[in-house]
Each structure stands twice: as C-alpha cells, then as structure tokens.
C-alpha cells in the first residue's frame, strides 16, 4: 500500500542531535539551568584537588546558590573566604551563573560521587 503524498513530506536536512537539544534548551530556557547543574559534576575540575578532597558539591538552586558541603567547620570558614575567587573561576565563560555558596559544615558522602 502506497503513503499518499502532499508538499509537506518533503525530505527535511537531517540535523546534529547536539543542534537540536542546544536549540531546545535555549528556546525553553532550560539552558541556564543545565549549566548551573553541570557545576556540581564538574565541581572537582573547576576547583582543584586541595579543594574538592575536602568539599563535595551537592546541589543548585533555581536561583544560583550552589550547596556545597565541607569537611570540617575550619575549612568552610576559610572557604567562605575564598568565595569571590571561587565564584569568579566556576562563572568564566559560563552562560548558567552561579550567585553564590552555601558552605554546609558536615561529613562528605563520597559514595553520592
């Protein structure tokens, strides 16, 4: 059995699924929040190994707080210091801002990696 044909079935340029989703998630606005989340996979990239044995990202708000939990009370004292830096170097070249850190005293759950 042969499909009817009309204007409408013509054969339409494939497209790079990556163009697609890209496409998709910047015209639903899903787009910032993508990237806001990738920060807390990539958390140990963006900053360092001193940094990420101690902390272990946990969440970003809809608003841009990133959560962070930290090993010791010490450490996110000085962390809390070292905020602007570390927000300067997690925003570079990023469209998914984050704001700001809550630093969260309290033990890491190195099995949610």
Do not use: C, H, Y
Not at 16 to 24: G, I, N, R, S
Not at 46 to 67: F, H, K, N, Y
């Amino acid at each position: 059995m042969k499909r009817p044909t009309n204007s409408s079935d013509k054969k339409q340029p494939l497209v790079p699924l990556a163009q697609v989703l890209e496409e998709f998630l910047s015209s639903s606005g899903l787009g910032k929040g993508v990237e806001r989340a990738e920060v807390v996979q990539r958390w140990a990239d963006l900053v360092g190994p001193q940094i990420a044995a101690v902390t272990q990202a946990e969440s970003v708000s809809e608003d841009g707080v990133l959560r962070v939990r930290v090993a010791t009370a010490p450490w996110a004292s000085e962390l809390s210091l070292m905020t602007p830096r570390i927000l300067a170097k997690i925003n570079a070249g990023r469209k998914g801002r984050i704001n700001s850190v809550r630093w969260i005293a309290g033990p890491l759950d190195r099995s949610a990696r």
